[in-house]
């Protein structure tokens, strides 16, 4: 990654287990998926997808201890042989493999993926967002609920090609 710039897009928030349910559920994920999580963090929405659901998945992170912190993570909950993750700039990611794509970013973070999404993923891929949505793409679903805490989220459901 040496020469290429970086871009942190968001800080690193854990991503309740609700939460990460709900954002699975909202997918649509399933074993026939490919699951990608931009600015993965510690891996837990990948590791989900794979444990519960058994799909594949791809994390990326920009901080090389989050992708150590993930690996580790995976083979923790035994599904290292379905999930990778990988050092790299979610500004890089080809997303034609995935089939779902699952960010938590900030807005101005999420506003400048919706190219890299619109240029590189296929028709049908399935994009939620946690609480940020992408202006000018109207979401297929959205989905509104407080958790225990009494913290309101948005969840944001689109389908690339149907927008």
């Known amino acids: 990654m040496s ?11 854990p991503t ?44 990326v992170d920009i901080e090389p201890y989050r992708v150590a912190e993930s690996q580790s ?3 923790a909950a035994g599904v290292e042989q379905l999930v990778i993750f990988k050092h790299q700039d979610a500004m890089t990611v080809d997303l034609s493999a995935a089939t779902v794509v699952m960010l938590y970013l900030v807005h101005w973070s999420t506003e400048k993926m ?6 590189t993923a296929k028709a049908g891929t399935r994009i939620v967002s946690h609480n940020f949505g992408m202006d000018g793409w109207t ?3 959205t989905e509104n ?11 944001y459901l689109w389908i690339v090609g149907s927008s």
């Not at 020469?3 to 928030?13: E, K, S």
């Open 3 to 13: 020469g290429t710039p970086l871009y942190i897009l968001a800080p690193f928030v």
């Open 16 to 59: 309740p287990p609700e939460l990460v349910e709900r954002m699975l559920r909202l997918g649509g994920v399933s074993s026939q998926d490919t699951v990608y999580d931009l600015g993965c963090g510690d891996g837990r929405i990948i590791i989900a997808a794979a444990k519960k659901y058994g799909a594949r998945g791809v994390g």
């Open 73 to 75: 993570n995976a083979q």
């Open 114 to 119: 919706r190219p890299i999404i619109a240029k």
């Open 139 to 141: 979401p297929t679903k």
């Open 145 to 155: 609920f407080t958790d225990e805490e009494g913290k309101t989220h948005t969840l």
